[in-house]
């Protein structure tokens, strides 16, 4: 008779954020720290943090629609800084009030998004591209998985997640699969001696069709109406 399998590390849920306040220009400004604390890898696609690496705290800021400043890391790690994080961490950044985020949970995977979709398309458009980046609106997603993946499965997961996004723009009523300025981080727990590192996170995988439903629910509750 084999031996039970003990639950994933943080089963319930491995991300819970805290909402902060902040006033810039005048303008009165949320953010969205979710303190992961150690033992945690990331990947992500954002100006602060990104890449792949280990990683204590993600910050998802709302900044002015106006915004030009040409030093967002800087300016993502002084409001990390100024809310408590510490430690290498990641730093998001969206035109949207991220007090209207969403979360959502499916078998231990945990998935917050907020959705600025005033300026949308398709990703695949005949418009030319542009040298410099497109000013934050955006669609930016948080997981946590409480497994350790592999570097592959963290690539793959990214994937996934983009794939459940557009699915979930769909389903709200959108003509589009995103902003120009879309942001995800993935994140999965260090591997500790032993312990089982998965390889895949695809949509048809334990932990991807987890992640794949999480990501759907929690993009579809903080869409706005088309």
């Known amino acids: 008779m084999s031996a039970p399998v003990p639950p994933p590390r943080g089963a319930s849920g491995p991300l819970l954020v805290r909402q902060t306040t902040r006033v810039e220009d005048g303008e009165?400004?949320?953010a969205l720290l979710w303190r992961a604390g150690p033992g945690w890898r990331m990947i992500s696609s954002t100006v602060?943090?990104?890449g792949i690496g280990e990683r204590a705290w993600v910050l998802n800021a709302q900044v002015s629609h106006g915004y030009r400043r040409t030093d967002p890391d800087r300016h993502l790690a002084r409001l990390a800084?100024?809310?408590g994080a510490r430690g290498p961490g990641?730093?998001?950044?969206?035109?949207?009030d991220v007090s209207g985020h969403a979360r959502a949970c499916d078998g231990g995977v945990g998935a917050v998004a907020t959705a600025?979709?005033?300026?949308r398309g398709w990703a695949?458009?005949?418009a030319p591209g542009a040298a410099v980046p497109a000013g934050p609106g955006t669609v930016n997603i948080v997981v946590a998985l409480p497994v350790a993946l592999t570097?592959?499965?963290?690539?793959?997961a990214v994937a996934t997640a983009t794939e459940a996004k557009v699915q979930a723009l769909l389903d709200a009523g959108y003509d589009c699969s995103g902003t120009p300025t879309d942001a995800v981080c993935v994140a999965a727990r260090t591997a500790r001696p032993g312990e089982e590192v998965h390889a895949f996170a695809g949509p048809r995988?334990?932990?991807?069709?987890?992640?794949?439903r999480a990501v759907h629910a929690a993009v579809r509750g903080a869409a706005p109406a088309p």
Request: glycine share 16%.
């Open 151 to 156: 570097d592959a499965a963290l690539v793959n």
């Open 28 to 30: 009165r400004l949320h």
């Open 48 to 50: 602060l943090g990104g």
């Open 90 to 96: 990641v730093g998001l950044m969206t035109a949207a």
């Open 81 to 83: 800084r100024d809310a």
């Open 205 to 212: 995988s334990l932990w991807g069709a987890r992640l794949a």
């Open 116 to 119: 600025g979709l005033g300026v």
């Open 124 to 126: 695949a458009s005949p």
